[in-house]
């Protein structure tokens, strides 16, 4: 019974490495992870949009961001429920990413004569894209929840804080780069993800295609929106 029950236990966690090692694995938890992420984006677009109702409209949603899931969950276990998920998701695409990036140098180490063209401007900066991501989430992070960057943060206050940030160039500067960036991932990755997961064919490329350029454009123009506002003195 003993040995039967370790030799299951070594052939599962086998499967599971040997599905890790694979392209295809690595693609997988890639897609997989991606619409995590995705998700999140359409929900935090969502919410940020509340701040066109007014100061008591966007700092009641932050409030109830601290303590969703009340009072079955005790206060903020929703939210760190919500980020440890998010960050798996955000630690296994950036992996999974690395990864693969480097077994397709390693499968070609002498570059091509004549570099190939590829499909699109998406495709061409999905690494460059990933790492200005990449960086822009810790600086978010700095900026609007540990507040160490904004220098005119008031603990407390979410609303005024994302008026403090994008009342400052650099700030609107990073936030907007950023968010073209996204766009370009989420246009490209998208497609991505729906091929590796076996939705795309014949039949699906044209309404595939339209939904990653919607997605990618929607997020784009709602999150930028933001920032927009405040510059332009639609929200003060």
């Given at each position: 019974m003993a040995l039967a029950t370790r030799t299951r236990t070594r052939t599962g966690g086998s499967a599971?490495?040997?599905?890790?090692?694979?392209?295809?694995?690595?693609?997988?938890?890639?897609?997989?992870?991606?619409?995590?992420?995705?998700?999140?984006l359409v929900v935090h677009m969502l919410g940020n949009l509340k701040i066109f109702f007014g100061p008591g409209d966007f700092n009641d949603y932050a409030h109830w961001l601290r303590h969703m899931g009340e009072p079955f969950l005790h206060s903020h276990w929703g939210l760190w429920a919500a980020r440890v998920v998010?960050?798996?998701?955000?630690?296994?695409?950036?992996v999974s990413a690395y990864q693969l990036s480097?077994?397709?140098?390693?499968?070609?180490?002498?570059?091509?004569?004549?570099?190939?063209?590829?499909?699109?401007?998406a495709t061409r900066t999905m690494r460059w894209g990933g790492?200005?991501?990449?960086?822009?989430i810790v600086w978010h992070v700095l900026d609007l929840t540990t507040l160490t960057v904004n220098e005119r943060a008031w603990a407390g206050h979410p609303y005024e804080n994302v008026l403090a940030t994008f009342s400052t160039w650099y700030g609107n500067t990073i936030y907007i780069v950023a968010m073209a960036a996204l766009?370009?991932?989420v246009r490209h990755g998208?497609?991505?993800?729906?091929?590796?997961?076996?939705?795309g064919n014949a039949r699906r490329d044209r309404t595939l295609k339209f939904?990653?350029?919607?997605l990618a454009l929607v997020?784009?123009?709602?999150?930028?929106?933001?920032?927009?506002?405040?510059?332009?003195?639609?929200?003060?």
């Open positions: 599971v490495s040997t599905l890790w090692d694979s392209t295809i694995g690595k693609k997988t938890v890639m897609a997989v992870s991606g619409l995590i992420m995705l998700g999140y998010l960050l798996a998701a955000v630690v296994a695409h950036a480097r077994r397709d140098i390693k499968a070609r180490p002498v570059k091509y004569a004549h570099k190939r063209r590829r499909a699109s401007y790492i200005i991501l990449a960086l822009f766009g370009l991932h998208f497609w991505s993800a729906a091929q590796t997961l076996g939705a939904l990653a350029n919607a997020l784009f123009a709602g999150f930028v929106s933001v920032p927009v506002a405040v510059m332009t003195g639609v929200v003060n």
